[in-house]
């Protein structure tokens, strides 16, 4: 799939429908897959597809911040980027479009200006929902102290949550003195937003296997002969043959099945000088190679539960880590991690500490499948759209102990941080909810998590802390269609009259199954073990 064509926005019936006035939205946490991109590698220049690609109008206006030795202040050093790469006899070359251009060109998997229009345009559909129709957030943020935001360490995706938070709050909506947000990444080593297999050999033991799984399945089929029969023209020749055939189309050529798909939708995309011939893009072998793809990548989420540990496991306990934390009124929401001083006694202790109500995580294709396969709510053969996202939306349920504010549907548990009043920062550190945080169960201090039940698994939790998630209800919508969680729909784990409002404490359990108790160790342990479960192991449930 390539780029995404948004549905409508929600009509007033629709939007009584998913945000009923009886629930009050708390909690929004967004992953989003990062916007139209070049290919991750060069493909089928022999078809008369130009290596580099002219759309990256961004590095022609690049800012980094230097130190400057005889001030010592930092300032910023404009400059523009050119590409260099091999030549003649491996002389050095500038790389160049298809039309000479030097001074926009992309570099692999590189956003380009179609995806950073995309993801900005998903901003201001979130700003549609979240602003203007649901007033769960201010029109205009004085700080993002409110704001959880998050990316992986490769460029596309931090550049695609900067161009989603500037949709979601253009410059004229945030204050003139509007400090600058905490973006959150990590080392490569330590991430968990994607299916780290570099960085867990267990893991990549386990892809391996259902990749061969799937190429035992499929690469002898008639629709691999369909595709070969499509593509086989320009694929390499054929090493291990004594003539000039080329080799055929596989899960496991080279280029893979998944490395063709990925050129086809990058180009499909983008404008007409970075085309494939017409065959690419016939509508029965595209079906063909995104249902074959989908199961190569994504099988091993629906089947085994170890697969989802690995996957994708740390991401989603951290997502409901957040959401605990939130109900529980502690900086485990998120806050801790973005507070402009989190050695401050108010964040050590939770006195006056801002609410987390919004989070923006920049990742990518693998992220949103694995997440919604690993919750037995991928039913599809589709592969996720540049630009696509998933919110995951908590709720509380209204019960007229606790101020609501307006009346209006997705009105927010916790009062707005910031609003448009001139409100001094000291009368809002002393809000109501602030005043919840006391005590030292809320204490934490940099270099480690604040506590909280977040983690801790759900058939441990003492029947008081189990009543801290009563109440409560998660949501998922994917691309702004809702999906149910299988395991929710059983009597008593779901809001009464509406199966797709799972319980906080049945989405809980449900998650806690995969949730690795030591992620690095266990991508250590066993790595040459059988890699299926003996018996079958669902997700979702």
């Known amino acids: 799939m390539t780029t995404l064509t ?42 008369g597809l130009p290596a580099f690609w002219p759309y990256c109008s961004a590095v022609r206006q690049l800012k980094s911040a230097v130190l400057d030795r005889h001030t010592n202040q930092f ?52 700003r549609r929902l979240y602003v203007d129709r649901l007033r769960f957030l201010p029109p205009v943020l004085l700080d993002a102290d409110s704001l959880y935001l998050r990316a992986t360490p490769i460029p596309r995706a931090l550049d695609s949550v900067q161009e989603t938070f500037t949709g979601l709050y253009p410059a004229h909506t945030r204050a003139p003195a509007f400090p600058a947000p905490a973006i959150l990444t990590r080392a490569p080593a330590d991430e968990t937003l994607f299916p780290n297999d570099s960085n867990c050999r267990r893991f990549a033991a386990l892809s391996r296997a259902f990749a061969q799984r799937a190429a035992d399945r499929w690469n002898a089929t008639d629709e691999m002969a369909y595709l070969t029969k499509l593509y086989g023209r320009w694929m390499p020749e054929d090493s291990s043959s004594k003539s000039d055939s080329r080799s055929p189309v596989a899960v496991d050529s080279r280029p893979r099945l998944s490395g063709i798909m990925d050129t086809i939708n990058s180009t499909l995309a983008h404008g007409p000088e970075t085309r494939l011939p017409p065959e690419f893009y016939d509508p029965k072998g595209r079906e063909i190679i995104e249902r074959i793809g989908v199961e190569e990548w994504f099988a091993g989420y629906r089947e085994s539960r170890e697969y989802r540990m690995l996957g994708i496991g740390g991401l989603l306990g951290d997502v409901v880590s957040r959401m605990v934390g939130s109900a529980e009124r502690s900086t485990a929401d998120g806050e801790y991690e973005v507070a402009r001083t989190p050695e401050s006694s108010a964040v050590r202790e939770g006195r006056g500490a801002t609410p987390i109500r919004f989070g923006l995580s920049g990742c990518h294709d693998t992220t949103l499948a694995a997440v919604l396969a690993s919750l037995g709510a991928y039913e599809t053969a589709k592969w996720p759209p540049y630009t696509s996202h998933i919110a995951i939306e908590m709720f509380r349920k209204a019960d007229g102990s606790e101020p609501t504010g307006s009346p209006q549907q997705g009105t927010a548990t916790i009062p707005p941080t910031e609003n448009n009043t001139n409100t001094s920062t000291a009368v809002k550190k ?53 999906v149910t969680v299988p395991g929710c729909k059983a009597p008593g784990k779901h809001l009464e009259g509406d199966e797709s409002f ?39 449930y």
């Open 6 to 47: 948004p549905r409508p926005p929600y009509s007033d019936e629709e939007l009584k429908a998913l945000y009923p006035p009886h629930l009050e939205l708390q909690l929004v946490q967004i992953l989003l897959r990062h916007g139209e991109r070049s290919p991750v590698s060069a493909r089928f220049q022999n078809a």
């Open 75 to 126: 300032s910023t050093m404009e400059w523009k980027r050119r590409l260099e790469t091999f030549g003649p006899d491996d002389e050095p070359v500038l790389a160049a479009g298809p039309r000479g251009e030097l001074d926009a060109v992309c570099d692999m998997g590189m956003l380009t200006d179609k995806g950073r229009e995309t993801t900005f345009d998903l901003g201001t559909r979130l």
């Open 430 to 482: 002393s809000s109501w909810f602030g005043s919840l945080f006391s005590g030292p169960s809320s204490r934490a201090k940099p270099g480690s998590p604040p506590p909280g039940i977040g983690r801790k698994r759900s058939e441990e939790l003492s029947a008081e802390e189990r009543a801290k998630l009563d109440k409560y209800y998660v949501r998922l919508r994917y691309n702004d269609e809702v």
């Open 502 to 540: 799972c319980t906080l404490a049945a989405f809980k359990a449900i998650v806690d199954k995969f949730v690795p108790q030591n992620w690095k160790q266990q991508c250590r342990a066993d790595v040459h073990g059988p890699a299926f479960p003996e018996k079958p192991e669902p997700a979702g």
